[in-house]
């Protein structure tokens, strides 16, 4: 059974930072290509990082260029998200998102999201 739990989400001035974790229990994990999205409310889900299998190239959507950086430890089956200078559109509920594609198939799994709120 593949889970993904999201830890580290909270309440947080603007202009303050948080560290989002999300621990995989997937054998496989350094295979999958890992991602973090943000559904605010009345909204989409959207795309805030990408990190590839082996850690060697991300991709971010606007909103977080400059402030976010994602990182993975493999040997952990961790994927991380560190946000800084945090704005109010910032806010919603963040999702972390594993994603392989082989021969075999397509397999994503989901996590069940963490709250962030920015807000003073």
């Known amino acids: 059974q593949v889970q993904l739990v999201e830890s580290g989400g909270g309440l947080v001035q603007p202009g303050g930072s948080l560290r989002l974790s999300c621990a995989a229990s997937i054998a496989t994990f350094s295979s999958y290509a890992m991602s973090w999205y943000r559904q605010a409310p009345g909204k989409a889900r959207e795309l805030v990082e990408r990190?590839?299998?082996?850690?060697?190239?991300?991709n971010y959507a606007e909103s977080g260029k400059g402030r976010f950086t994602i990182s993975r430890d493999n040997a952990n089956h961790t994927v991380y998200l560190q946000m800084n200078n945090l704005k109010s559109e910032d806010t919603g509920v963040y999702y972390c998102?594993?994603?392989?594609?082989?021969?075999?198939?397509?397999?994503?799994?989901w996590g069940q999201g963490t709250q962030v709120t920015v807000s003073s």
């Open positions: 998102n594993a994603l392989k594609t082989a021969w075999a198939g397509r397999f994503e799994y």
């Open positions: 990190i590839s299998s082996a850690g060697g190239s991300t």
